[in-house]
């Protein structure tokens, strides 16, 4: 059984930033890639930034230039820096990963998800 356990949510002014973790636990042989989604209030949810494990990335066009994604694999651990909030940024963050176990299946798994708001 594999656990995803997301911190660092939490709320800030517009403009202001924050640092997301979430670290994999378990029984696991690879991750690939993690991921960070995110669900506003009457939204669906939507992809945030992804990486892999070789460090290629992938980001939301709302993001881009203000968010960063990184991992630390040898933790299985990934990280979401955001910077320049705004308030549409608001919303549960969850972490998500692709994972190989130690039985070599391979499942998606979730994080409970964190809350973020920005509003002044």
């Known amino acids: 059984q594999v656990q995803l356990v997301e911190s660092g949510g939490g709320s800030v002014q517009p403009g202001g930033s924050l640092r997301l973790s979430c670290a994999a636990s378990?029984?696991?042989?690879?991750?690939?890639?993690m991921a960070w989604y995110r669900q506003a209030p009457g939204k669906q949810r939507e992809l945030v930034a992804s990486m892999t494990s070789g460090g290629s990335t992938n980001y939301a066009d709302s993001v881009k230039g203000r968010f960063t994604i990184s991992r630390d694999n040898a933790k299985n651990t990934v990280y979401l820096q955001m910077g320049s909030l705004k308030p549409e940024d608001t919303a549960v963050y969850y972490c998500?990963?692709?994972?190989?176990?130690?039985?070599?299946?391979?499942?998606?798994?979730w994080g409970k998800g964190t809350l973020v708001t920005v509003s002044s």
């Open positions: 378990g029984s696991i042989f690879s991750i690939n890639p």
């Open positions: 998500n990963a692709h994972v190989v176990d130690s039985s070599y299946v391979s499942m998606i798994y």
